[in-house]
Nanobody
Framework: QVQFVESGGGWVQPGGSLRLSCTAF????????MYWYRHPGNSREFVAQL??????YYAGSVKGRFTISKDSAANTWYLQMNNLEPQDTAVYYC???????????????WGQGTQVTVSE
């Protein structure tokens, strides 16, 4: 199993910034993609993806404000969040995937997440 540990969440006013961190522990495979998701409610919302070649993809709602990066040697990746808005309020989760047979398979071992609250 792989354990993901998220950190860096907290409360900020609109326009503020936070940097989230994710570290993977345990039996760590060679990940082909790293992710950030968020749960504004009961559903899961894609936020960002980082591929092995460094190419990054973002949800339209965060593009230009959020940046995903990684430290592969430390099994760690980050989400820099700038100009935060109340709509960004959610529990943020990280994950990773291997690319097999043309698809990315996320790990089923979701972490506890880290709460981000953006309000006045």
């Amino acid at each position: 199993q792989v354990q993901f540990v998220e950190s860096g969440g907290g409360w900020v006013q609109p326009g503020g910034s936070l940097r989230l961190s994710c570290t993977a522990f345990g039996s760590i495979p060679s990940f082909d993609a790293m992710y950030w998701y968020r749960h504004p409610g009961n559903s899961r919302e894609f936020v960002a993806q980082l591929l092995r070649d460094g190419r990054a993809y973002y949800a339209g709602s965060v593009k230009g404000r959020f940046t995903i990066s990684k430290d592969s040697a430390a099994n760690t990746w980050y989400l820099q969040m700038n100009n935060l808005e109340p709509q960004d309020t959610a529990v943020y989760y990280c994950n990773a995937a291997q690319h097999k047979d043309g698809v990315y398979d996320l790990s089923l071992d979701w972490g506890q997440g880290t709460q981000v609250t953006v309000s006045e």
